[in-house]
């Protein structure tokens, strides 16, 4: 299993990037994943969270409204939209998949990820 993420970057207040996830050495449909993010001095977070088929999404509050979590499952590729950047946005973000196939469950807890890829920073000046 290998999870790549790419997509981070300097940027300023109020403005977008988009992260991708790339997946490979497994059947990236049959999984449920998530983002996550660590900032600096602080515990790793759940961001977002999408089912295996898309269906189905969670947003933590600090991210509600402004970003946007999907899946192609045709390219074994996960993304996160990030719009309306703030500076406490600013972390490395991590993908994971959840290690349990063919659920239709949407997993919100840091320890119920098994996979990690190696992350992608993201930094918003003010």
């Known amino acids: 299993v290998q999870l790549q993420a790419s997509g981070g970057g300097l940027v300023q207040n109020g403005t977008s990037l988009r992260l991708s996830c790339a997946a490979s050495g497994y059947t990236f449909s049959n999984y449920a994943m998530g983002w996550f993010r660590q900032a600096p001095g602080k515990e790793r977070e759940l961001v977002s969270a999408?089912?295996?088929?898309?269906?189905?999404?969670s947003y933590e509050d600090f991210v509600k409204g402004r970003f946007t979590i999907s899946r192609d499952n045709a390219k074994n590729t996960m993304y996160l939209q990030m719009n309306s950047l703030k500076p406490e946005d600013t972390a490395v973000y991590y993908c994971?998949?959840?290690?349990?196939?063919?659920?239709?469950?949407?997993?919100?807890?840091?320890?119920?990820?098994?996979?990690w890829g190696q992350g992608t920073l993201v930094t918003v000046s003010s």
């Open positions: 994971a998949v959840r290690w349990t196939p063919l659920s239709d469950y949407v997993f919100k807890r840091r320890d119920e990820y098994t996979n």
């Open positions: 999408i089912t295996r088929s898309g269906g189905r999404t």
